[in-house]
């Protein structure tokens, strides 16, 4: 770079000896053409682009060069990046999905449980309010042919012990009794009959 910057320096009082000589000359129209003007021109270009092109040229397109590559890079990355970005999209929506159909699975089997639960305790409470009416029927119905023994065995007892003031006589106690439980039996057929 410094060479170059020399060599223009030492062209530059070379290409200006062709303007000084052209100051003491006539003044030349606008469509004459100077040979000497021309050639130091076009030999001073010829220069410049010879240093530029060993020394300037190089650089600027090595640098050009660099940038395009790394432009090319960034756009490739730019892309894969692009690529990567739809992929982890895709798996994102599809993750939520499975969330959302695995949430409405699990949604639908506990609904699923609860009514089978449901039922299943209505059934047993069903069952067990049977088993209690059947036993309360039970225990009822036991407790109403005791009581009604209780009765029989009470009227017999008041039977007997009117009949023995009335008669004044004493028959033997198993007589009387079952003398009585037949009256009574006799007398409850056609009441229990009324009564059903």
Known sequence: MRRS??????????SAAPLLAQAHEEK???????????????LIF?????????FAFPKILGAVEERE??????????????AEAAALME???????????QAQKALTEATGTAEARRAEILEQAQRERAD?????????AAERAATLDQV?????????????????????????????EEYLAQAAGPAAAARA
């Open 5 to 14: 910057l020399i060599a223009a320096m030492a062209l530059l009082p070379a």
């Open 28 to 42: 030349p129209g606008l469509l004459t053409v100077n040979t000497g003007l021309t050639f130091w021109t076009i």
């Open 46 to 54: 010829l220069v410049v682009l010879g240093i530029l092109s060993k």
């Open 69 to 82: 590559r790394h432009l090319a890079e960034l756009a490739e990355a730019a892309e894969k990046d692009r």
């Open 91 to 101: 798996e994102h929506r599809k993750l939520v999905d499975d969330t959302r159909a």
């Open 132 to 140: 209690l009416l059947a036993r309360a029927g039970a225990e009822i």
């Open 152 to 180: 029989r065995r009470d009227a017999v007892d008041v039977a007997m012990a009117a009949a023995e003031k009335l008669v004044r006589r004493n028959l033997d106690s198993a007589d009387n009794r079952r003398l009585v």
